[in-house]
């Protein structure tokens, strides 16, 4: 199964870009990627997804490498809001059956 | 409102004493699933169904059981906890459209003496 790889913590100043890594060298070609942010004990909440094109929604930009091996989640103008777990997930599967791999997350910190 | 409701939220329990935590999702979602979190291991899958009478194992599927009778109801059983299941909870649902995202819960924090 593929398996995602973060960096554990990231700071990062008020109003500036945070851009959080994520490693997925053993993705499949239908694997797909997605990205949550979990603020203290709360419910994952859903940021992003993509398959092999950058996508970009209200909340942030996802920059997915060529070879798919790689990831980046991009929050344009970080705020103390921010601060959380950001999980990046690959589903692995077919359409018939599919399960989610969370990676062990990036513990982000917006600075004042 | 589109959700995920999880019941209990909270509940301290003891050894052996089957429990059952509910999950439902009023979105008509195929797709339903189960994760523990424990701290230093992110979440982690236990079981997904997806659809009524369609369940599979997750990563961490040892002592825990599940049914999907009703396609809004996706129940997770415990018939004899024991302390090392003691963690944080998460209820997810999806639609059975192959790249949308899981909706959560807003968990069950359980801990077995």
């Known amino acids: 199964d593929a398996k995602t790889t973060q960096p554990p913590s990231m700071d990062c100043a008020e109003g500036r870009a945070a851009n959080l890594p994520c490693n997925h060298s053993t993705i499949s070609g239908n694997e797909y990627v997605y990205w949550y942010r979990q603020i203290h004990s709360q419910g994952p909440q859903y940021i992003i997804h993509g398959l092999k094109n950058n996508e970009t929604n209200e909340m942030a930009s996802l920059i997915i490498t060529e070879d798919r091996k790689s990831s980046t989640l991009i929050l344009p103008h970080a705020t103390l809001r921010d601060t959380a777990v950001y999980y990046c997930i690959v589903r692995v599967g077919t359409s018939g059956t599919y399960k989610y791999i969370f990676g062990t997350g990036t513990r982000l910190k917006v600075l004042a | 409102e589109a959700q995920v409701t999880q019941n209990p939220r909270y509940l301290i329990t003891v050894t052996g004493k089957k429990l059952t935590v509910t999950c439902s999702q009023n979105m008509n979602h195929e797709y339903m699933s189960w994760y523990r979190q424990d701290p230093g291991l992110g979440l982690r899958q236990i079981y997904y169904s997806m659809n009524v009478e369609v369940t599979d194992k997750g990563d961490v599927p040892e002592g825990y059981k599940v049914s999907r009778k009703e396609k809004r109801n996706f129940p997770l059983i415990l018939e004899s906890p024991s302390p090392n299941q003691t963690s944080l909870y998460f209820c997810?649902?999806?639609?059975?459209?192959?790249?949308?995202?899981?909706?959560f819960g807003d968990g069950t924090r359980l801990s077995i003496l």
């Open positions: 997810a649902s999806s639609s059975g459209r192959m790249n949308q995202p899981q909706h």
